[in-house]
Structures are given as structure tokens and as C-alpha cells.
């Protein structure tokens, strides 16, 4: 007599442990997603507490801390370089570094870096929309109705040198002088691509601001050392309120993390003033 075949039995999974799979799928699903998000925003920075404008492209910022005017005001009063005191209605801080494009964009004295940045960084004396912030920056400090500090932050790598002639400069009283002649395409090509923040170029840096200081005093003071640790000063000043990138631009509590048109600041300015 033929034997007969049992026939096989295949368990199929109940629609409980179906559900509990499906679960576990989807919550894996949304954790990723959320990290994700979360990697995607600290790639991005922003500045938590303060009310921050859009930030352009092209620039370097990232900012984290906490910023209120209070914490504003003690990097002003921190800083070296500085002109009026923290107590006026309006207060501003550039944070800057004399080799970053977007810094010498902001102010206004390479109109032939600002074309090559694209059409809307082109200056209004060029034809473009761009009004440069730095010089608007001077016409108020000049006029008595704002304070104004200048803070270092390696934006670009090679603003060393450049940033220590500031301090040469403050010293005698001209910061301006010297900061708009570096500032220009000729100061650009010297920092980034002759002087690099090697020391023993501070003759030619000397020689290619004398019109503006002398530079028997200029060289003497770039190579007494005497401001070489005042860079790393300003780096914490800068992350203080939270700026690590440049430019970065205060107007009072309010951030302006990039190299932002004149334009999209007055609105802070005047409600300050």
C-alpha cells in the first residue's frame, strides 16, 4: 500500500507580529529622518536668541551662542580697536578678516572682486544694487551717532598680518587710513598671495601702507610682537556672540551673519536710532 505524504504546514507570521514589524519600521524611519534634519541645521548654524537676517551666500558663518545686547556690549568693550563707547543708542561690531573676499565686498574699495561675486553685490558707483556696509558704518561713527568695534576672526586664513597693521594703525589714530588701503584689490593680491601671514614680510607690508603710516613705526611695530596674541583675543570675543565666520555684522542685538547690503540693515539702524 503507497504511503501516503504528509503535506507541509508553512507558518504565516500572525497580523500581530506584522503590526509590530510595521512599527518598528516606521519609527526607525522617522529617527533617521530627524537626524537627518538635525546634522542638516548644525551644518547650516544660526544664532540662537537673536533675530538674524538671511544669511547671503558665499560666506563662512556659523554661530550657536545665546547673543543679547548685554553680551554685545562686553565684546565692545573687549575689543582694541573701537571708537565711541557702548553706552550711544546704536552700537555696531564687524567682525572681519582683511584676506576674505566677502569682507573686502563689505568694504566697498574692490568694486573688481564685487563684480566677480555676481550682480547683486555689484557697487551702486558701479551701476550695481550693493551699497557696502563699512563705509555707511564710518559715516555714522564719524557723525557721532553710533559706537563702533572691530573684532579678527580667521575668515579666510591669511588676514594675520593684515589684522595687526589695524592694530599698529589704532594706535596712532589711523585705523581708517591704513584699513581702507588694505581693503583695496592691491591689499587683497599682498595678503593672500605674497604676505600669508609670514612675519618676515612685515616690510613689505610696511612699504605698501606708506602713504598711509609710516613705515619705519609700522614695521617696528609688526615685528615687537606686541599685538601677535591680541588675534587669539578677538577669536573668543568673536565667539562670544557667536560669530566664527566672515563677515559678521552687529547692530546692537541684531546679527547680520554675511556680507549683507547696506540696505538690509537700516531698518535695525533706525529703530535704534
Excluded at 129 to 136: K, L, Q, T
Excluded at 139 to 152: I, M
Excluded at 156 to 182: I, P, Q, R, S
Excluded at 207 to 226: A, H, I, T
Aim: glycine share 10%; hydrophobic share 40%; with cysteine.
Amino acid at each position: 500500500m503507497e504511503k501516503r505524504q504528509e503535506p507541509v504546514i508553512v507558518q504565516v507570521p500572525s497580523m500581530k507580529l506584522f503590526h509590530v514589524v510595521v512599527v518598528i519600521l516606521v519609527v526607525g524611519a522617522f529617527f533617521l529622518g530627524s537626524l537627518w534634519t538635525k546634522v542638516e541645521f548644525l551644518k547650516g548654524g544660526s544664532v540662537a536668541g537673536v533675530q538674524q537676517a538671511a544669511q547671503p551666500t558665499g560666506t563662512t558663518q556659523q554661530a550657536e551662542p545665546k547673543v543679547t545686547l548685554d553680551t554685545v556690549k562686553q565684546a565692545f568693550a573687549g575689543s582694541l580697536i573701537k571708537f565711541g563707547d557702548a553706552n550711544k543708542k546704536l552700537l555696531l561690531i564687524e567682525v572681519a578678516d582683511p584676506s576674505c573676499p566677502y569682507c573686502h565686498a563689505s568694504a566697498g574699495h574692490n568694486g573688481a572682486l564685487n563684480k566677480q561675486m555676481g550682480d547683486r553685490f555689484v557697487l551702486t558707483a558701479d551701476g550695481g544694487p550693493y551699497v557696502a556696509p563699512v563705509p555707511e558704518i564710518k559715516k555714522l561713527v564719524d557723525s557721532g551717532s553710533a559706537a563702533f568695534a572691530y573684532l579678527y576672526t580667521p575668515g579666510h586664513g591669511n588676514g594675520e598680518m593684515g589684522t595687526k597693521a589695524f592694530y599698529c594703525a589704532f594706535e596712532k589714530g589711523k585705523f581708517w587710513d591704513v584699513h581702507d588701503k588694505l581693503m583695496t584689490s592691491e591689499g587683497y593680491s599682498l595678503l593672500n598671495d605674497s604676505v600669508k601671514n609670514d612675519k618676515t614680510k612685515s616690510e613689505e607690508v610696511a612699504q605698501f601702507l606708506k602713504d598711509e603710516f609710516n613705515p619705519q613705526d609700522m614695521k617696528s611695530c609688526l615685528d615687537s610682537g606686541k599685538y601677535d596674541a591680541r588675534l587669539g583675543e578677538d577669536i573668543v570675543l568673536a565667539r562670544s556672540i557667536g560669530v566664527s565666520g566672515t563677515p559678521g555684522f552687529f547692530v546692537n542685538a541684531t546679527a547680520f551673519a554675511g556680507a549683507y547690503s547696506w540696505k538690509d540693515m537700516e531698518s535695525a539702524v533706525n529703530a535704534a536710532l
